[in-house]
């Protein structure tokens, strides 16, 4: 059973234009939640975050946004570069432990 | 700091032989975890510890594995017998507990033939 799920397994989008990647969950006792990027041949490293109690979180290019009620949050990129492509993967992590669920990943491919 | 450190990044064994894969994670990260990739499953957790104590094994998928946290700076994962079908990467990744960030190493890509 995934608690954590992101439906679109790869996208593509032009570069320049906006990216957004979807991720969807079922653990209503996820608190915090986190977006990975991952190259080839290295560890997912870590993009941006957001806690349940807000809404929306921005970091230059990259923008969290969060629906708890409906489970619900996406990553925009804006503007895309090449060098964004990478596999995607979001993260939750419940108030009780400190366990991190992972998503499946989506692979985002720029095209120049 | 040098970040979570994994050894060997490359292991390629026969089956039937046991593999150790290394972690040192951040220092002063209290919670540490073993993560495996592969492409059926993604980014499964097999085991996390909290303060050096195993908390979560139920993701460790035989008896064939075991994991162990001796101290704050070191963990190793151990598969005994290997099989072919234990080949991925394996992912550590540590976190100070409350922070909410796990920072991940370079990983282990493990192939038994």
């Known amino acids: 059973d995934q608690q954590v799920k992101q439906n679109s397994p790869s996208l593509s989008v032009q570069e320049g234009r906006i990216s957004i990647l979807n991720c969807d969950y079922t653990n209503s006792m996820f608190d915090y939640f986190l977006w990975y990027k991952k190259y080839p041949a290295e560890g997912p490293t870590f993009l941006i975050s957001?806690?349940?109690?807000?809404d929306k979180n921005e970091d230059g290019r990259f923008t969290v946004f969060l629906n708890k009620s409906a489970k619900h949050l996406s990553l925009h990129i804006v503007p895309s570069q090449p060098g964004d492509s990478a596999v995607y993967f979001c993260a939750a992590r419940d108030n009780y432990g400190q366990n991190f669920v992972f998503g499946p990943g989506t692979r985002l491919s720029v095209l120049p | 700091d040098a970040g979570v450190i994994q050894s060997p990044r490359h292991e390629v064994t026969e089956m039937g032989q046991e593999v150790t894969l290394r972690c040192k994670p951040i220092?002063?990260?209290?919670?540490l975890f073993w993560y495996r990739q592969t492409m059926m499953r993604g980014l499964e957790l097999l085991i996390y510890?909290?303060?050096?104590?195993?908390?979560?094994d139920s993701g460790m998928p035989e008896d064939r594995f075991s994991a162990k946290m001796p101290n704050a700076s070191f963990s190793t994962l151990k598969i005994q017998p290997s099989e072919p079908r234990d080949s991925a990467v394996y992912f550590c990744a540590s976190s100070l507990g409350g922070t909410g960030t796990a920072f991940f190493g370079q990983g282990t890509r493990l192939t038994v033939v």
């Open positions: 220092s002063g990260h209290n919670s």
């Open positions: 957001i806690s349940s109690i807000k």
């Open positions: 510890f909290n303060n050096n104590v195993p908390i979560d």
